[in-house]
C-alpha cells in the first residue's frame, strides 16, 4: 500500500502565520521610523529655552532660584517638570495650565522638591510635556544645583615658616604680604580679632589676582581667579596701631553657582565670621598675632643663686628689665638692666628657694608696654618639704596661637586641644595671686623649702616619649624630685596633672608621705605631656589623684565646726573658719580614714586629713584658702599646722 500524499494545507497554516506576525512587525518598525523622521523634521515646538548654568539654594540671598524661560509655538496646555540626571521628576513647577502660542512663560524653581526638602546637589534638567499632543520636549541643556561652597585658604603670610603665626609689628615695620589660593571670583580678605573677647571684622583688605585660569566659564566677564595677594600693615582703618591679641586673616571668593566660601569657612551667622573644623582648628594658614612683647620663662626650677633664663622678644626693639624676687611685704629688686638680646640669664643672687617675677618694657607704637613673667629657683641645699607650683595649668590656659591657624590653643578647647610645652607670655599666668601669696606667707614665716613645678616633676619621671618608649630625649625635667622629701605641698590650681604624676603623688603618700592640697579643684583632670606638647586634655572627674571625690563647689551657710582632729591639724585655730563663702565637700575613698576634719551645718566634710595607706591627705576644701593668708588667723594658722605635719 503506498503512503497517503502530504496535505498541502496543513502544510502552509503554521507557516502561513509566522510570516504575517513578521511582515507585521516589519511594517510598523517602518512606520515608526518615518513617524520619528516626520518628528525630527518638525520646527521645535517649543522655543526660547533660556536659564542659567547653576544656582544656589542655600539661604544666603544670592541666586537662591533659577528661571525657566520658553515659549510654545502653538497654543496648547503645558506641564513642566524639573528631572534629575535619571529622568526622575523632582519638582512640578506647571500642571494642565493653557498656554497662547509665542508667549513668553517665566517659571522659576527655588531648589526645592515636591516634599519640600532641598534637592540634592547635582545636574538637572527642565521637561515641557504638550498635553494636547501627548508630547514631552527635555531641555537639552542641564543645570546645576550647587550649594557647595569654594575652600580658599591663606598658604603663607610674609616670611612665615612652619607651623607658627605671623607676628606683628615686624621686626622691620614693614607690611607683610599674604599669599593667597583663592579658585573663584570676586575675591576680598579681610581682618579678624579672634580673641581677646568675641570675634570681629578690623579691616578690610583689597586682593590683587596674581593668576587666572586659562579659558573656562566666565562670570561677570572675567575667569576664574586663581591666586592672589594681600598687605597689611597691622593699622586699623583710622591709622591707629592694631591692639595686642590674636587675629586671623580670612580670603572669600564665590562660585559659579554664587556660593560664598571662605577660608577660615565662614559661619552661617555673624557677618560671616571664621568658624572652626571638626578638628577645633581654623583652615589655612592665617593666623596674626600682634604684640609688642612676650617673654618665654623657663618653668624648670635652677638651683640657688644660679642664673634664671628668658627669652625676649622685643620685636628688634631695645628693652628694660627689672628681676624681683616675691618677698613677705613687698617683691626685692634683684637686678636690672637693658638690651636687645633676645637671650636673658639674670642671677638669683640667693641660696634660698624663691619666686621670682620679671618685668619688661618696651617703647611701642602703643606707647609703653610691659610684660611680667614668672620664675622659680630652688634652695642650694636638700629641704624637708617640696613645694610644687602648677606651671602645667599655666601653660596650658595661656591664649595663644601656637599652630598660626588664628585661634587660641588652651588646653580647655575639647578633647583634641593642645599646646606647646614651652610658651611665651605676655602676662602673669591666671591664679598666680594665689601663689604669690603661699610664697610670700612661707618668707614671712623665715621657711626654708625646695621649690619645683609640676612640668618639672612630669618630665623626671618617664611621663611622655623621651624615657620607655625610646623616644628623643627632652627638654626639662631638672630641680629637686619628688623622693626624699618629708612632705610635698600643691601650692595653686593644679588643673592638670599627668597621670604619670598623679601615679607617683598617690605612691608617695601610700608609701608614707604626707601630700597638703590647698587649692580642693587641684588633681581632677589628666593631660599627656609629649616631646614638645601637652596634649589629649581629660575631662573633669569627681575623684581627684588620690580618690578623694567631690561635687563641686557648694554654698556655706556659717562657720565650719571642728569634727575630730586625732593630728593636731586645728591646733591654734578656733576651727570656724568665718567669711569662707564657698567650699569642696569631700568623700573619702574605701580605706581611707579621717584623722582631722571641719565640716559645715549640713555636716558636710570640707577640710580634712586623710590617712590613704601609711601617708597623709591633707586637704583644705577652700577655694579662698591662699587669697586670706595674708588677714586672716584662722587660715595662716591652718597652714602653720599643715606644714609642721608635712615637715616630720
Partial sequence: MSAPAPDPDARGGPLTA????????????????????????????????????????????????????FFVKRSTSITVEVVDAGGRTVRTLEEGRRVQAYRRQRLRWDGRQDDGRIAEDGRY??????????????????????????????????????????????????????????????????IVRTSPGPARIVRRLPVRVTREADGGTLVGGRPRSIAGEAIWDGTLPDGRPAPPGTYVLQVCVRDQAANLGCGPRAGDRDAGLPQAEPDGGYHGRGGITV?????????????????????????????????????????????????????????TRSARSAGYVLAVSVDGER????????????????????????????????????????????????????????????????????????????????????????????????????????????EGGGGPRLDGHRGVLLVGEHRWT?????????????????????????????????????????????DDAFGIASAGAVRLDGPLQIDGDEIGLFTG????????????????PDGATKVAGAVDGRDRLIVAGVRIGRGLVLRTGLPAFASRLAGDRDTSELLGSAWRRLSR
Avoid at 419 to 430: E, F, H, I
Fill in 573 to 588: 585655730t578656733d576651727g570656724r573658719f568665718d567669711g569662707y563663702a564657698t567650699g569642696w565637700p569631700a568623700r573619702l
Fill in 498 to 542: 599627668t597621670t604619670g604624676l598623679a601615679d607617683r603623688l598617690r605612691r608617695y603618700v601610700r608609701d608614707g608621705g604626707s601630700v597638703g592640697v590647698l587649692d580642693p579643684a587641684a588633681l581632677h583632670r589628666t593631660v599627656t605631656l609629649g616631646a614638645s606638647r601637652l596634649r589629649r586634655p581629660g575631662p573633669p572627674t569627681a
Fill in 18 to 69: 509566522a510570516t504575517v506576525l513578521f511582515a507585521l512587525l516589519v511594517v510598523g518598525a517602518v512606520g515608526a521610523f518615518f513617524v520619528a523622521q516626520k518628528l525630527k523634521n518638525q520646527p521645535a515646538v517649543v522655543g526660547g529655552q533660556r536659564f542659567a548654568k547653576s544656582f544656589s539654594p542655600n539661604g544666603d540671598g544670592r541666586r537662591e532660584s533659577v528661571t525657566f524661560g
Fill in 367 to 474: 606707647g609703653l608696654e610691659r610684660v611680667e613673667v614668672p620664675a622659680v629657683a630652688t634652695d642650694s641645699r636638700a629641704q624637708r618639704v617640696l613645694v610644687v607650683l602648677p606651671a602645667i595649668t599655666w601653660v596650658g590656659r595661656v591664649a595663644l596661637d601656637d599652630d598660626g591657624d588664628g585661634l587660641v590653643d588652651v588646653l580647655g578647647n575639647g578633647p583634641r586641644s593642645q599646646v606647646r610645652r614651652g610658651r611665651v607670655m605676655t602676662g602673669l599666668p591666671q591664679g598666680f595671686d594665689d601663689v604669690r601669696a603661699v610664697l610670700r606667707w612661707l618668707a614671712a614665716e623665715g621657711i626654708r623649702y625646695d621649690l619645683t613645678t609640676d612640668l618639672a616633676l612630669a618630665a623626671q619621671g618617664g611621663d611622655g616619649p623621651g624615657t620607655a618608649d625610646g623616644s628623643s630625649p627632652r
Fill in 125 to 190: 534638567r527642565f521637561k515641557v510635556t504638550l498635553t494636547d499632543e501627548g508630547r514631552s520636549i527635555v531641555t537639552p541643556g542641564s543645570f546645576a544645583v550647587d550649594t557647595t561652597p569654594p575652600r580658599p585658604r591663606v598658604r603663607r603670610l610674609g616670611d612665615q615658616r612652619g607651623s607658627r603665626p605671623m607676628l606683628l609689628p615686624t621686626a622691620n615695620r614693614k607690611p607683610f604680604r599674604a599669599d593667597l589660593v583663592l579658585r573663584g571670583w570676586y575675591p576680598q580678605a579681610r
Fill in 291 to 347: 604684640r609688642p612683647i612676650g617673654v618665654q620663662p623657663r618653668l624648670d626650677p635652677v638651683d640657688g643663686d644660679h642664673r634664671l633664663t628668658f627669652f625676649v622678644d622685643a620685636r628688634g626693639r631695645r628693652y628694660q628689665w627689672v628681676l624681683r624676687r616675691i618677698g613677705a611685704r613687698r617683691d626685692a629688686v634683684v637686678a636690672r638692666g637693658s638690651s636687645r638680646e633676645p637671650l636673658l640669664r639674670p642671677r
